[in-house]
T-cell receptor, first 114, second 110 residues
Framework: DGGITQSPKYLFRKEGQNVTLSCEQN?????MYWYRQDPGQGLRLIYY???????QKGDIAEGYSVSREKKESFPLTVTSAQKNPTAFYLC?????????????FGPGTRLTVT | GDSVTQMEGPVTLSEEAFLTINCTYT??????LFWYVQYPGEGLQLLLK?????DKGSNKGFEATYRKETTSFHLEKGSVQVSDSAVYFC?????????FGQGTRLTINP
């Protein structure tokens, strides 16, 4: 079955620690995205990548970092510089390669920082 | 930048009622338009899409028509079920990105 996996589903960290969220896809998609969702709000774009070894900042990139060393993987690191990291994080992918198409979403990781 | 505005929620209806969730957009070009649905604790699933003016997207009894003249993409369903309870997001393409509305929470009572 093709799809996007995110792990873990729930993650707890102490303030001041960096944490890395995993996102893997086996859809052979070029483009991948990270969104943040806060209660009662829409999705806000953190980072996106159209191709391996390249990525762009989204609307709320401060305090986050990403890498794209493999086509299948797009991990997100929430650094200690992110002032309010507790949120639901969603990874998505799309065909990319210049095509405008729908995005496919993973099940999400709920991060709680105390 | 481009933007999407959805009707404020939450929306509560009885089973078998008619549903409309309004969505209007602002865009400089001719975006594709989408409706996504999110069930509690899950990611988003594509519900339907339309890629050009006057296209109608439909799926699972839901439908929406791309109206360029009114810059709208309202979601409708003739008879809702309890299982339709979820949060619904309208979105448009801006370059290689999606821009989402704030979401509308729908609750269907039996």
């Amino acid at each position: 079955d093709g799809g996007i996996t995110q792990s873990p589903k729930y993650l707890f960290r102490k303030e001041g620690q960096n944490v890395t969220l995993s996102c893997e896809q086996n859809l052979n998609h070029d483009a991948m995205y990270w969104y943040r969702q806060d209660p009662g709000q829409g999705l806000r774009l953190i980072y996106y990548s159209q191709i391996v070894n390249d990525f762009q900042k989204g609307d709320i990139a401060e305090g986050y970092s990403v890498s794209r060393e493999k086509k299948e993987s797009f991990p997100l690191t929430v650094t200690s510089a992110q002032k309010n990291p507790t949120a639901f994080y969603l990874c998505a992918s799309s065909i990319g390669a210049g095509q405008v198409d729908e995005q496919y979403f993973g099940p999400g990781t709920r991060l709680t920082v105390t | 930048g481009d933007s999407v505005t959805q009707m404020e929620g939450p929306v509560t209806l009885s089973e078998e009622a008619f549903l409309t969730i309004n969505c209007t957009y602002t865009a400089t070009g001719y975006p594709s338009l989408f409706w996504y649905v999110q069930y509690p604790g899950e990611g988003l699933q594509l519900l339907l899409k339309a890629t050009k003016a006057d296209d109608k997207g439909s799926n699972k009894g839901f439908e929406a028509t791309y109206r360029k003249e009114t810059t709208s993409f309202h979601l409708e369903k003739g008879s809702v079920q309890v299982s339709d309870s979820a949060v619904y997001f309208c979105a448009l393409t801006e370059g290689q990105k999606l821009v989402f509305g704030q979401g509308t929470r729908l609750t269907i009572n039996p």
